[in-house]
């Protein structure tokens, strides 16, 4: 995937002046080796210029890391650490940025081999929010080498997000369609989290569709088509239209992305969209997800940004569903109950009409778009991928600024059941615990709407950091609570 961030995360080690300069110094010199023996040694780079102790010490290494290549930053309490040289560090370098603590190794060195930095992390975090400066700091930010290397570690994935908003740009063509006022996007969230965004008349889409006739590169796209799709490609005759889209969504972002290096598209599907291209897109919208360029459906601006952070994160294919509809209660009884650890609220169908990539189904066919079909023309409604979702571990979750133009998010991890769901579009059957009050307290209380991103693992810590960082209020960022922790809407004599 090339359409998020590699980072790289520079390590600058630190000590107060009253501390022997050798403690940050070789804390760091095993901190790195303790990265390099587990992780990928290309992921960091050790800044061996000097150890920060004044303010042209942090001058030195800030242009020493971005001399390098960094794109992330580290900050390392080898001993207690100064705090302003520290955080000023931490406000010069323009990236995604941690602090991380040194405990101490041994009882029989407390005397001159004593750091203190379990007492520097209270003033570097009381200095960072002196100058109104966000940093990630683990849960628990003082460890050995090894648990420092592994906290950097998990940082990777919630600095890849942040660096990829910082640059991304959403593309976003035609209104919502009719009875969407759900999908609302007021955009001035957007600016405030650093993204760009490109508002686009379907009109424009359309015509540069038309201009994409007879492209030279169609025939090979198809080709990728009918290999990617083998038995399932029911609809061969809507190929070559598909794949025609599918570049000129391609050309469209190459020609439009200006200076940003990632792109994220909220596209139109519907109630014109069928009869005018004589398609639907769904099957090129799971292509470009798996290619790292996400698509939302029903210009879903949230949808698609909610997307690019969980592609982000995970470094896989990521899908956008409804929070469709409930399992029947003969079905529960006949195939979960018993068999899985939940209750038949904990249980509920994702679905969208065919846009989940091919790799994340357990099988698949080219179909045409039911609901679609129910008042128009069938063969326009032809694009549609069907098939039930891959079982395994998920976390669904979305950020969103709601219509009161607050920032919110939740995150819910769970699984896709190996429960075949009986119907049609790219679906699944879903269990998260406690989704029965999850939906009501969190979903419906805090006025999500009903597309919701999949990112097909356990991302929820990953998630929780990064809505922290970019500044969603703690308060507004929801979970499945445990079934002994009360909502603050939840009726106590329920």
């Known amino acids: 995937m090339n359409n998020i961030p590699k980072i790289k995360i520079g390590i600058v080690a630190v000590s107060r ?96 081999g004593r750091g203190d930095a379990y007492c520097g992390m209270l003033n570097a ?29 998990e940082f990777l994935p919630v600095a890849r997000a942040i660096a990829g908003l910082a640059d991304l740009k959403i593309i976003s063509f035609g209104p919502r369609p009719l009875n969407f006022l759900a999908c609302n996007a007021p955009i001035q969230q957007l600016y405030n989290l650093g993204v760009e965004i490109e508002e686009n008349s379907e009109l424009d889409l359309f015509e540069a569709f038309h201009r994409h006739a007879g492209d030279e590169r169609i025939p090979a796209v198809v080709k990728e088509m009918e290999a990617e799709l083998g ?124 846009n989940t990539a091919a790799g994340k189904l357990a099988f698949c066919e080219m179909k045409y778009q039911k609901i679609m079909a129910r008042t128009l023309p069938e063969e326009v409604t032809q694009g549609t991928l069907e098939g039930d979702i891959l079982p395994g571990d998920i976390t669904f979750y979305r950020l969103q600024s709601t219509a009161d133009n607050i920032l919110r998010a939740y995150i819910a991890q769970g699984e896709v059941l190996p429960v075949a769901t009986r119907s049609f579009g790219s679906i699944g059957v879903f269990a998260i615990p406690q989704m029965g009050r999850f939906y009501r307290h969190v979903l419906i209380e805090k006025n999500f709407p009903h597309h919701g991103a999949v990112a097909f693992g356990k991302y929820g810590k990953a998630l929780f950091e990064l809505f922290k960082y970019i500044g969603v209020p703690v308060q507004e960022i929801g979970y499945n609570q445990p079934a002994d922790m009360r909502y603050a809407t939840e009726n106590p004599w329920k």
């Open 17 to 112: 002046d009253c501390f022997p300069e050798s403690l940050s110094v070789n804390r760091r010199k095993a901190l790195v080796k303790a990265y390099a023996d587990k992780y990928n040694a290309e992921d960091i780079y050790e800044c061996p210029i000097c150890i920060v102790e004044s303010e042209l010490h942090m001058v030195q290494a800030l242009e020493d890391i971005k001399k390098e290549g960094c794109n992330a930053l580290c900050v390392y309490l080898g001993n207690f650490g100064p705090e302003i040289a520290e955080t000023l560090l931490a406000k010069h370098f323009e990236g995604p940025k941690m602090f991380v603590a040194a405990a101490e190794e041994s009882g029989d060195h407390l005397l001159d």
């Open 125 to 153: 975090s009381y200095n960072l929010k002196l100058r109104n400066i966000r940093a990630y700091i683990p849960e628990y930010p003082v460890g050995t080498a090894q648990e420092c290397a592994e906290m950097i570690h």
């Open 231 to 354: 038995a399932g490609n029911k609809k061969p005759e809507i190929l070559s239209k598909l794949a025609q889209y599918e570049l000129t969504l391609k050309d469209w972002v190459k020609e439009h992305k200006g200076y940003r290096k990632y792109t994220a598209i909220a596209g139109k599907c519907w109630p014109a969209f069928q009869t005018q291209f004589g398609f639907v897109p769904c099957y090129v919208n799971g292509r470009l997800a798996a290619q790292g360029i996400p698509v939302s459906c029903e210009v879903d601006i949230y949808g698609a940004l909610s997307e690019f952070i969980g592609t982000a994160i995970s470094q896989d294919t990521v899908t956008l569903l409804d929070i469709n509809n409930s399992v029947p209660k003969d079905m529960y009884e006949s195939e979960i109950k018993g068999n899985y650890p939940y209750e038949h609220k904990d249980t509920f169908m994702g679905f969208h009409c065919g």
